[in-house]
T-cell receptor
Framework: EAQVTQNPRYLITVTGKKLTVTCSQN?????MSWYRQDPGLGLRQIYY???????DKGDVPEGYKVSRKEKRNFPLILESPSPNQTSLYFC???FGGGGNQPQHFGDGTRLSIL | DQQVKQNSPSLSVQEGRISILNCDYT??????FLWYKKYPAEGPTFLIS???IKDKNEDGRFTVFLNKSAKHLSLHIVPSQPGDSAVYFC????????????WGAGTKLIIKP
């Protein structure tokens, strides 16, 4: 089954404790992206990757890191999480970055930073 | 400054009637517009899209209309079914930003039986 898998689905942690949210896709997609969803703001892009070893900042990259060492994986790293990073996070992938290439989303990761 | 706006946070429609969800945008350089549907505890799923060179695209019960002069698009669902109850997001992209998607805040559609 074609899917984007995120882990964990839920996490409550404390300020400053490094965490990684994993994302894996099995569709051989080149393009992967991380978003955060906050009430009243829709989805905002954090980072995206056009292919292996190619990453770039989205609209809200501060406080986040990513890596793309393999085509299927695109982890999101919070080196020193802060309460303003409490949010719902989505990973997405598609064959290309074009608007005519619909993105496939994972089911989300709800992070609470205390 | 929100470039894509969905001004109705929620919409309630009777089953069997037409649902019309609206989206306004400010950037005339957008070249594609997409609608996504989201159920609770799931990620958004792609519904339908339209190129900026067209004014209508239809897929079964779903039709998207684009009015470039008004910078407005709408999603029509006919007839509305209970399974259509979800949050609908409008998104737009343009080539000059590596096709980054700009999202609206979403509209929660409730279909009443």
């Amino acid at each position: 089954e074609a899917q984007v898998t995120q882990n964990p689905r839920y996490l409550i942690t404390v300020t400053g404790k490094k965490l990684t949210v994993t994302c894996s896709q099995n569709m051989n997609h080149e393009y992967m992206s991380w978003y955060r969803q906050d009430p009243g703001l829709g989805l905002r892009q954090i980072y995206y990757s056009m292919n292996v070893e190619v990453t770039d900042k989205g609209d809200v990259p501060e406080g986040y890191k990513v890596s793309r060492k393999e085509k299927r994986n695109f982890p999101l790293i919070l080196e020193s999480p802060s309460p303003n990073q409490t949010s719902l996070y989505f990973c997405a992938s598609s064959f290309g970055g074009g608007g005519n290439q619909p993105q496939h989303f994972g089911d989300g990761t709800r992070l609470s930073i205390l | 400054d929100q470039q894509v706006k969905q001004n109705s946070p929620s919409l309630s429609v009777q089953e069997g009637r037409i649902s019309i969800l609206n989206c306004d945008y400010t950037n005339s350089m957008f070249d594609y517009f997409l609608w996504y549907k989201k159920y609770p505890a799931e990620g958004p799923t792609f519904l339908i899209s339209i190129s900026s060179i067209k004014d209508k695209n239809e897929d079964g019960r779903f039709t998207v209309f684009l009015n470039k002069s008004a910078k407005h698009l709408s999603l029509h669902i006919v007839p509305s079914q209970p399974g259509d109850s979800a949050v609908y997001f409008c998104a737009a992209s343009f080539m000059d930003s590596n096709y980054q998607l700009i999202w609206g805040a979403g509209t929660k559609l409730i279909i009443k039986p």
